[in-house]
């Protein structure tokens, strides 16, 4: 199977359940093309493997994934796992994401079911990683934090198909060193200790409606506003646990500053961080070049990446 990352517009940053992977928070994600994971799962193998991009998995990321096939089918046989990325894995750019919903419907096809619920398959997902249950379909996709105690209703669910709206995300990669303090632990760590954690909570369900309005009305402005605001309150919790988590590097602000800048020329373009220091840029297809040129002189590498489709099932 292969899927897509996404990256959230507006954020998933703690949980209510760790056992269930649930969210304290809704989010509003857009899936993006380009980037994708491809994950084959062998359904009885001569023994459990797990293989990424070439070499065997270390023990923690083998566990993980041989977990989340326990939670498919508790029954299961020994498994073969094998996945690749075409980007940068472990470093903000959303790649627990796809893998996941890679793995959740690689697994569900390998078991036999080659079109699976995708709303089972979405709770699936997300207690592999929070953000995978939004990897299952493409374009805009908003994950509603849900109520019931097992996490069946809190899933993603599309909003708008990736052919709709023609929107880009620009990426400027800073660094593509894997993350020092990982998103579930950090969020842990947020929710002990930011005091600014619970006004985050309290102002998140306001922010994803606002951006699903954005969404509905194709308000490019209104979306990118409240993107932007999502996204300084979650740095402003992440900056203000204890320790604090600083995930920008100077290069982070020097591009925010630079889009910033473009912006006040009359280029409209919102920019976005997530756990790591890479910046990402929310514009129209027609600004993304010059969005691309601005990030440039601050940057390692920059991706013009347009909406991604849902995750597919490659034929056998
Ligand atoms: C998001 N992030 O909404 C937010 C914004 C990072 C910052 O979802 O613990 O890998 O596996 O549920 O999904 C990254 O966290 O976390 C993330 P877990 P996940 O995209």
């Known amino acids: 199977a292969v899927a897509h990352p996404n990256i959230a517009l507006v954020k998933y940053w703690g949980k209510r359940d760790l056992g269930l992977n649930l969210p304290a928070v809704s989010s509003l994600s857009m899936t993006v093309d380009t980037f994708e994971t491809r994950t084959a ?70 078991k036999g079911d080659r079109d699976p619920d995708r709303t089972a398959l979405s709770a699936l997902a997300r207690q592999g990683s929070g953000s995978a249950c939004r990897s299952l ?23 708008l198909d990736a052919s709709v709206w023609d929107l880009r995300l620009v990426v400027g990669v800073v660094s593509t060193a894997k993350k020092a303090v990982g998103s579930t632990a950090g969020m842990e760590r947020s929710r002990a200790s930011s005091p600014l954690y619970d006004t985050w909570v309290s102002q998140a369900e306001a922010d994803v409606d606002a951006g699903v309005q954005a969404v509905s009305t194709r308000d490019l402005a209104a979306l990118g506003r409240v993107m932007e605001a999502s996204t300084f309150k979650m740095h402003a919790v992440m900056q203000t646990s204890d320790p604090p988590l600083m995930y920008w590097q100077p290069a982070t602000v020097a591009a925010l500053h630079a889009v910033w800048a473009l912006r006040a020329e009359g280029v409209p373009a919102w920019v976005t961080m997530d756990a790591g220091p890479q910046v990402k840029v929310l514009c129209a297809a027609e600004h ?26 490659v034929p056998s």
Request: negative net charge.
């Open 41 to 110: 799962v062998t359904w009885g193998a001569d023994h459990d493997e797990v293989v990424l991009d070439g070499t065997p998995a270390d023990d923690r990321a083998t566990a993980r994934v041989l977990a989340f096939l326990d939670r498919l089918d508790a029954q299961r046989p020994p498994c073969r796992v094998e996945s690749h990325n075409t980007f940068p894995t472990g470093a903000g750019l959303a790649s627990s994401a796809s893998a996941f919903a890679a793995l959740a419907l690689a697994a569900s096809a390998a």
């Open 137 to 159: 379909w493409g374009g805009f996709v908003v994950w509603r934090k849900g109520h019931r105690a097992d996490g069946t209703d809190s899933v993603g669910a599309p909003l």
């Open 288 to 313: 993304a070049p010059a969005v691309a040129e601005a990030l440039r002189p601050h940057v390692q590498a920059v991706h013009q990446l347009g909406q991604g489709g849902p995750a597919w099932i």
